[in-house]
């Protein structure tokens, strides 16, 4: 079992930067591809980016491509969600999640998930 936690939600307005972690235990991340997704009020949770077991692949959502970036820390078995110029249509709640070795882009193919974190970006 994995056992994964967001932390770094929270306000900020237009144009601000916040960056997500998502701290696993239970199992090492090594082997686990982690992907971050968004459920909006109202919406279908969406895909927003994915790496790969071992970070040399990422995917990106064209929403989000070019000011988001994933990274990962298998030493601190951690993964990183740097969001800059944000904008208010990213208001939503923020979801890691984890399967073995390839990423995908749907999220009905991850097998663990964090509880969310709530990100809310102001006009």
């Known amino acids: 079992q994995v056992q994964l936690v967001e932390s770094g939600g929270g306000l900020v307005q237009a144009g601000g930067s916040l960056r997500l972690s998502c701290a696993a235990s239970g199992r090492a991340l090594s082997s686990y591809a982690m992907g971050w997704f968004r459920q909006a009020p109202g919406k279908e949770r969406e895909f927003v980016v994915s790496?790969?077991?071992?970070?040399?692949?990422?995917s990106y959502a064209d929403s989000v491509n070019g000011r988001f970036t994933i990274s990962r820390d298998n030493a601190k078995n951690t993964v990183y969600l740097q969001m800059n110029s944000l904008k208010p249509e990213d208001t939503a709640v923020y979801y890691c999640?984890?399967?073995?070795?390839?990423?995908?882009?749907?999220?009905?193919?991850?097998?663990?998930w964090g509880q969310g974190a709530q990100v809310t970006v102001s006009s």
């Open positions: 999640a984890a399967r073995l070795f390839e990423a995908t882009t749907n999220h009905g193919n991850y097998n663990y």
């Open positions: 790496i790969n077991w071992s970070g040399g692949r990422t």
